[in-house]
DNA sequence: TAGGATTTCCCAATTTTTCCCACTTCCGCA
DNA sequence: TGCGGAAGTGGGAAAAATTGGGAAATCCTA
């Protein structure tokens, strides 16, 4: 279960040092390679291979006619690279998807659950304060009892 | 039932020393760890890692592609950090949970009943100034009939 | 096929982190 | 009022991790 964010800083050739404490659950101490895609919301996603195959499944399963479902094909599985940690850790992050992101230099690296999200620190920010300024926060529907 | 406010001071290295008597209610004793976590309202919340499971989890079966509830699992699962108090009951806060919730060095520490929050001092002084200034006190829907 | 450029992989030093110890201060109790 | 214990506070040393660079291999082009 991923959670925690950390912000980290990309090196001169677009690298990204995972955080220390997430790098055996993400590769299974190194057994598995994982899978770095594109989210609508300009962030990348990162799994371990092995959870992302049954989401991609899901995601191939859309009906191809339904042309509302075509660009979240495009997206998710067009952008999917599978790829392995260096010996330091690292992750070489294409130039196409640092660019899709925004990314340049800093990024916040964010678990949700099953996966991690990559985002440019500034575009992150950013949706934060969406929910964090403004005094009340909108709940959506569905959301109005919840309590912490 | 966590209660009572404390006012602390983080030291240098952004620990944050855990008042003694709650200590063993939080931890249960030493034998739990406890878990770290973001609020809308620029806060973070602390609780013992057994109470924050349920919310976790309710948090994680919102509809992930329902881009409402996005915002609201990235502040609290993206957030949430499980930690354990040092030999000397200190808790080592995160740069990004500190630098989240504008934690400096002068903290406050609330009891909130499942959890407790922790503030910074001069952002929970200005968010009490808003309900106790002004004359009258805002009551939102529902509280029309409180009474103490 | 050879040269050049790019990519990939790995090593190593500095920096950071983590853990623990010791000193000082505060409070309770005699 | 003094002593004992506990808690708060700060510091330091060992271990680990980040970061940058460098060498080798590969690919592309001429």
New binding site residues.
């Given amino acids: 279960m991923f959670q925690g964010a950390s912000q980290?800083?990309l090196?001169?050739?677009g690298r990204l040092?995972v955080?220390?404490r997430v790098r055996d659950p993400l590769t299974q101490g190194g057994t598995v390679p994982v899978v770095l895609t594109a989210h609508p919301d300009k962030c990348l996603l990162l799994y371990p291979a092995p959870a992302w195959e049954p989401v991609r499944a899901r995601v191939m399963a859309f009906p191809s006619l339904d042309a509302a479902f075509n660009p979240w094909k495009r997206l998710l599985v067009g952008f999917a690279e599978e790829l392995a940690l260096?010996?330091?850790?690292?992750l070489?992050i294409s130039p196409e998807l640092r660019a899709f992101a925004g990314i340049d230099k800093r990024v916040m690296f964010v678990g949700q659950g099953s996966y991690y999200e990559i985002w440019d620190l500034e575009r992150w920010q950013q949706q934060l304060d969406r929910l964090t300024a403004g005094g009340t926060p909108v709940l959506p529907p569905g959301m109005e009892n919840f309590s912490l």
Same sequence: chains 1, 2.
């Fill in positions: 980290i800083n090196d001169a050739k040092a955080p220390t260096d010996s330091a850790g690292r070489l």
